[in-house]
């Protein structure tokens, strides 16, 4: 693995400034955890946790930049003239809405689930708070204001919400509530016609756009657009409205007066149905002739010349910073905001304080310290300032946006492998594994649990749960493959449930579940709680379904006797605990023994089956509940029994066992935050390797696709390295032997300290209802003491994959 120090980061952001050519641009390209590089090009100004949208005042003398992240959330203000950032002001809670007063005196911005406009006076480069505008009282009330426009001459404020999925319409003399509108489902933002008589409101979940005459006070039309409509811009004269599709990759472009989509732009890189390129941001140059998309996920700007709407063309792409949430045009410059930054790094320090003297109230007024290094808020917002580019630099861009994606049209159906392989490099070709386990744990690191494995990328300073806490998981690393370079795509267990399922998570998902992790009010969205969160086409079992491959699931997507989403009705165990500490997982493998057996009784044993295991999880340490050790070890002998019971079945020469985390946020880990602990067993595994290369969740999955001959589910599975150097060719029998625990499954926690008092007030109902800086600490002081040492300083950014000689 080859590191980058942050200082290097600079020097390569300072070259990207001044990049003309090719080899210039591509000589700074970071790769991402995921295996996209970015290359982002001109100049960069630091912004706050997930920016997500920008307002641009009328005279283009300020940019106004709302960062709507897990942790710290404030306003920014940036003048334009200068490049440089004139004020920041925090705000407790707020979400995507901002916007100037035509006079340039004012500046409103969503209030986020205090369900309220804040209004700042805008005197002397500086933000002055004066006022909020009430929707209603605070969460738990759903209301939760997005998008807001204003009407000046009228002095009516338009608000759309993504909780009580309303319009509100608001006197701002008054600041009371005219009229309140429903919308069906979740919106995204609203924009007036430059007459003021008409507002077109983007519905998020509806799929369409609709359409409200100011004058008569009621909404009159709507058009259909793509999936998960987001940001829209309009024409100077009001003739065009163009929306991103975020889940298809597209811009609809509607003729307003016709009340119809002219013509559909496909943003991606390609012509693929598959998403995951993310459009999600537009704007026109000051000419109208081009039309600039950021697609979040492809971490680039999509460029159209729009000057004769129906007849649109590609002009080409431009490099960005990690995931783009926003773009605006200011003469010849382009803004972007890049919602995670310019890359990711490594969070050795991940659950510790920097210093003790640094605290703060996280959670019902218990004051814990606070760790530095957590994954939801560790990758910090940019702000990009890139020169319009002439015809043969964009062509220079284009390139280096090709070159940072690992994904192509025919990655879909054909991908790297070797001739003889079970694991196959073509779609629908045969295998000789037939039945597919695939295991889902909760939020563990490499580093955390195998960083003692000697002859792998480990750091032995980090490990909490080493090999006499997992003597299970460390015998199946050794004994088959051990994988140290293996990263999740999610950052917590909102996203990586559906990055683990589906190789992919929404716009809906990414904007919205650091508003919930940070206790702002929110609730689940992921695992199929919410319609609006999941994937275009589904997860792993639609394809199944779709394909004719049998499958069940084990508490993934399924809890409390019931199916999440309706593909699993009757495809799982109604009998299997859902998530809940009070239930041991070595319970919950021996309730799948049961119906294992009966299912292979009658050989209806599905070829695809999806199981979920999350003790390893924690309790941190609640007075008498397991200890960390203890919820750890009781993971582990599950997951060694599960091995063992399979590996002395009939089926085990035709199986394969996959074993994840959905995330890896409860932990540090030298080299990045995404790296985690991943497994893999079976007949056809190769025994005593080490693994080296680059892989990720996607991976997991595009090889569980490949052996069950189905096509990719979107771009990242498409995109990843199927995981055929950890398979042989040949088939060995020699089963797994369960390791004993060497922890007491009985062992509670019984100290008594400001730790205990902290767990004992900690929901733990379900995973990551609880602060996780909380439980990182909790857990690190609870194992290694309360006086115990801090890790060693922070070490390196991820940079790239290690190649192997097979490369």
Same mark, same amino acid.
């Given at each position: ?250 811009? +609809?472009? %509607? $003729?307003?007066?016709?009340? !119809?989509? #002219?013509? &559909?732009?496909?943003? *991606?890189? /390609?012509?693929? =149905? ?109 702000? +990009?300032? %890139? $020169?319009?580019?002439?015809? !043969?630099? #964009?062509? &220079?861009?284009?390139? *280096?946006? /090709?070159?940072? =994606? ?109 508003? +919930? ?215 060995n029998m020699q089963g797994f032997e369960v390791k004993p625990a060497q922890i007491d499954l009985n062992e509670k926690n019984t100290v ?56």
């Amino acid at each position: 693995m080859k590191n980058i120090t942050l200082v290097w980061i600079i020097a390569l952001i300072s070259l990207k400034a001044g990049a003309q050519n090719l080899a210039d641009i591509e000589h700074s390209r970071i790769s991402l955890p995921n295996g996209w590089g970015i290359t982002a090009i001109g100049q960069h100004l630091p912004l706050g946790d997930l920016p997500l949208n920008m307002a641009v005042s009328k005279s283009k003398k300020y940019i106004a930049v709302t960062n709507n992240g897990q942790s710290k959330q404030t306003i920014q203000l940036i003048n334009v003239n200068s490049g440089k950032q004139a004020d920041e002001v925090e705000i407790p809670k707020s979400w995507g809405g901002i916007v100037f007063s035509a006079d340039e005196k004012y500046l409103y911005a969503s209030g986020g689930n205090d369900n309220w406009i804040l209004k700042y006076a805008v005197q002397n480069d500086k933000l002055i708070t004066t006022d909020t505008i009430k929707l209603g009282e605070p969460w738990p009330n759903k209301i939760s204001p997005a998008g807001i426009t204003i009407d000046d001459a009228k002095q009516l404020l338009y608000v759309v919400t993504k909780m009580d999925n309303a319009l509100y319409v608001i006197d701002l003399k008054t600041k009371n509530i005219k009229q309140k509108l429903p919308l069906g489902t979740e919106a995204y933002t609203c924009l007036l016609s430059p007459n003021k008589n008409e507002l077109y409101v983007s519905v998020w979940g509806g799929d369409k756009i609709m359409i409200y005459d100011t004058d008569k006070e009621k909404f009159t039309d709507s058009v259909n657009v793509g999936d998960n409509p987001n940001e829209i811009c309009l024409s100077k004269n009001g003739r065009y409205l163009f929306v991103a599709n975020a889940n298809d990759n597209t811009v +609809s472009v %509607i $003729d307003v007066q016709k009340r !119809k989509v #002219l013509e &559909t732009l496909n943003a *991606a890189l /390609y012509s693929s =149905t598959l998403s995951g390129s993310t459009t999600n941001g537009l704007a026109l140059s000051a000419d109208e002739k081009t039309l600039y998309i950021a697609n979040a996920d492809n971490n680039c700007l999509a460029v159209f010349d729009v000057s004769k709407p129906g007849f649109s063309k590609s002009k080409g792409f431009i490099p960005t910073g990690w995931y783009p949430t926003c773009v605006r045009v200011i003469g010849k410059k382009i803004y972007v905001s890049n919602g995670k930054g310019l890359s990711s790094m490594a969070n050795p320090q991940g659950p510790n304080p920097i210093s003790k003297k640094q605290s703060v109230v996280l959670h019902q007024g218990i004051e814990s310290k606070t760790p530095v290094q957590y994954i939801a808020s560790l990758f910090k917002g940019s702000l +990009s300032i %890139i $020169d319009i580019p002439s015809a !043969k630099l #964009l062509a &220079t861009y284009s390139q *280096a946006v /090709y070159h940072n =994606t690992p994904y192509s049209k025919t990655k879909e159906l054909l991908t790297s492998g070797e001739t003889g392989n079970p694991i196959p490099h073509k779609v629908g070709a045969p295998s000789p594994i037939k039945y597919v386990f695939y295991i889902i744990k909760e939020n563990r690191t490499y580093d955390q649990v195998l960083g003692d494995i000697k002859g792998a990328n480990g750091d032995t300073s980090l490990v909490l749960f080493g090999e006499k806490v997992t003597p299970n998981q460390h015998a199946i690393a050794k004994e088959f493959v051990t994988l140290d370079n293996f990263y999740v795509d999610g950052e917590v267990s909102s996203d990586g449930h559906n990055w683990s399922m589906g190789a992919y998570a929404t716009d809906f998902l990414e904007k919205n579940w650091p508003t +919930s992790y940070g206790r702002r009010g929110g609730g689940e969205l992921s695992s199929g709680y919410n319609e609006t969160a999941n994937n275009k086409d589904g997860f792993i079992w639609d394809q199944a379904s779709k394909y004719g491959v049998s499958y069940r699931t084990y508490g993934e997507f399924a809890d409390h006797a019931k199916a999440n989403i309706p593909v699993l009705k009757n495809h799982f165990c109604t009998y299997y605990p859902s998530f809940d500490f009070h239930v041991r997982d070595t319970t919950r493998i021996n309730l799948w023994k049961r119906e294992f057996d009966s299912l292979l009784t009658v050989h209806a044993l599905p070829h695809l089956n999806t199981i979920r295991i999350g003790n390893n999880h924690t309790e941190g340490i609640a007075t008498g509940r397991p200890t960390p050790f203890a919820h750890v070890a009781d993971n582990d002998l599950a997951v060694g029994m599960f091995v063992n019971y399979l590996s002395k079945s009939p089926i085990w020469a035709e199986s394969a066992v996959f074993i994840v985390e959905d995330d890896a946020q409860n932990g540090p880990d030298h080299v990045d935050a995404h790296r985690t602990t991943a497994f893999v067993a079976g007949g056809f595994v190769k025994r005593n390797y080490v693994d080296h290369t680059m892989y990720s969740t996607s991976s997991m999955l595009r090889t569980i696709e490949l052996i069950l001959g189905m096509p990719p589910l979107t771009q990242f599975d498409a995109a990843a390295t199927p995981m055929w150097r950890s398979f042989d060719n040949k088939v060995n029998m020699q089963g797994f032997e369960v390791k004993p625990a060497q922890i007491d499954l009985n062992e509670k926690n019984t100290v008594k300290n400001r730790f205990s008092a902290l767990s004992n007030k900690l929901d733990f109902s379900k995973e990551d209802v609880i602060p996780d800086q909380v439980l990182n600490e909790i857990i690190w002081k609870g194992v290694k003491g309360e006086n115990s040492p801090l890790p060693s300083p922070t070490r390196a950014a991820f940079f790239k994959e290690v190649k192997t000689d097979k490369d």
